[in-house]
């Protein structure tokens, strides 16, 4: 099972970790309720990513909802459709607009649901609280009293936290916790080789610069960054070129050019040795 899981993810581009599987494969085979997978780590670790693969690999209707501080009722469960309540309704449940959860129900009834509730820590407290009773029970109310009642055994929801708050404990304690973090420079390599195919010594290097920037700089550099960077270092036709593409990509806050300074005495000039090196650059 671990295998077979490991093997799909792979096979689209997402390399798991195996707590990652552990986590999956449990919802996989658990049958008493929701099956909730609380992904917590910091930008760019692979946490929508993995909500987004793991849809794909068994099949799922992926329902996706990014959230942000003036997050509505309508958006979470289920709104009114006001343009279409002005043309005119022929049956009443045309007037609603479904929201995601209420997507959710109707996906799971038909087969599997995947929901990715992503960065719930920008919500305010009182979005996360109501989505704590559909955890308990798969249900979604209408404005009539209606209800539309999921099937619990066929739907996973991923939330994702990057910790600007905390969750609820509530919410902390329905769901599988998983806590995300970056590969090792050897899995990243890997990974940034297959998807731009640059020589390993650039990739090393750039990710290089990344870990100096995550451990002692104010940002943190996802693999896809690095990935953009790396793919457009090719059209650097000098060091200052290199500079502006760091600058692009990977340095976000004066902290991280420092972080830089202190520990290479110009970054941009040892991507560009690396890159002639290599003699990569799209030509002269
Ligand atoms: N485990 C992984 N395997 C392959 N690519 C990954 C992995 N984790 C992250 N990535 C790359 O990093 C990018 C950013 O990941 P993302 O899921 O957006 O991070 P997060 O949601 O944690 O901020 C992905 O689009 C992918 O290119
Ligand atoms: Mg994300």
């Known amino acids: ?110 087969g599997f649901a995947v929901v990715c509730i992503d960065e719930l820590d920008k919500t305010p407290e009182r979005m996360e609280a109501l989505l704590l009773d559909f955890l308990q029970s798969g249900r979604v109310y209408g404005p009539q009293g209606e209800v539309w009642e999921g099937k619990l055994d066929k739907m996973f929801v991923f939330i994702t936290t990057n910790n600007q708050r905390s969750l609820l404990e509530a919410t902390l304690r329905r769901g599988f916790r998983v806590r995300t973090e970056y590969h090792t420079p050897q899995v990243e390599s890997d990974i940034l080789r297959k998807k731009t195919g640059a020589p390993v010594n650039i990739i090393r290097a750039v990710l290089r610069l990344a870990m100096i920037i995550r451990k002692n700089g104010a940002s943190s550099p996802s693999l896809k960054e690095a990935e953009n960077l790396i793919i457009d270092l090719k059209t650097a036709r000098s060091a200052e070129d290199v500079r502006y593409l760091l ?38």
């Open 247 to 284: 600058e692009g990509w990977l340095i976000k806050e004066p902290e991280d050019i420092n972080a830089l300074l202190e520990q290479t005495k110009d970054p941009a000039s040892i991507i560009w040795g690396e890159i002639r090196r290599a003699k990569w650059s799209g030509g002269n």
């Open 1 to 110: 099972m671990f295998g077979d899981l490991k093997r799909k993810l792979t096979k689209i581009g997402y390399v798991p970790r195996r707590k990652e599987l552990v986590a999956l494969n449990c919802a996989l085979n658990r049958n008493n309720g929701a099956k909730v997978i609380i992904l917590e780590g910091q930008p760019g670790t692979g946490k929508t990513f993995l909500a987004e693969s793991f849809a794909k690999i068994i099949g799922a209707e992926y329902i996706y909802l990014l959230c942000h501080n003036w997050l509505s009722d309508e958006e979470m469960f289920i709104g009114l459709d006001v343009p279409r309540l002005v043309v005119g309704v022929s049956r009443p449940e045309e007037a609603y607009k479904p929201g995601v959860l209420k997507r959710a129900v109707d996906a799971s009834n038909g």
